[in-house]
DNA sequence: CTTGGCGTGCTACATTTGTAGCATACTAGT
DNA sequence: ACTAGTATGCTACAAATGTAGCACGCCAAG
């Protein structure tokens, strides 16, 4: 996984796809839309478009496969999360990351290992 | 306070004026802006602008006093954040939202009183 | 009075985001 | 070989957001 020093934000739609990728892996367009949930009610085009506009901020790797593109994370969900988890931290619940951290760690799906990255972004990371 | 079925969500820019309206209570344009960490580096009326978009979507109520704009919020810090909490125990934490709320009632600078509120917002809410 | 500030109500404009559709190319079944 | 069904690369477009500027009115200092 690659550290670019400046990563665009993720828009909600975005991070909707990001986190399907990240559990999946590497889908097609069509598998990421059939994994979207029926409440989004997205046309297939819609997806694919957010799915390009992923590629294009640098989320994923797009990789032409036997005819069609397969999509791929080029940035690790804990470097995707961090900038969300930060802002989150600092502006909403407006107290120190270590909290947060530890709920990650508990409660949350990440493994002990993602946690650890999550924590060092945060850590080396003060807006 | 009033309840509104359905309040906009807040942008960024919004956030952090609501942030600063909800510590004071009432200021008017200009001292709000003079509440802006430097950091943010934004013009005068930017400020203004954002407060305007905050009365328009039902954030703010917008009172003349003697000459200038005073700004007071409508809605609660708790209703104002539940949709972004519920949206980050959800999507970014995926986790059960009992966690958050304790971490809320622990660490933040919420009172017992608003953490209940919170409490209550996130229980009913389901999406 | 005259003028410099500051406040107010509007208007502006480039990006980003949500949400798609179209035309063309390729693939497997008939 | 033809045809129906996909996949792909573009293009589109409105609403939301970030970020300001302008013109006009009011008040206090000179």
Known sequence: ???RKELPDLSRA???LMRILWRAGRLSAREV???LDEAYGWAYSTTRTVLERL???GYLARKPFHGVNLY???ISRPQGLARIVLDFADRVLEADRGGLVALFARD???SPAEVKELEELLKE???
């Open 33 to 35: 839309h059939g994994q």
């Open 1 to 3: 996984m690659q550290r």
């Open 72 to 74: 791929e994370p080029l």
């Open 55 to 57: 590629v294009a901020k």
């Open 14 to 16: 975005e991070l909707d």
């Open 125 to 127: 990371r003060k807006p």
């Open 108 to 110: 949350s799906s990440m």
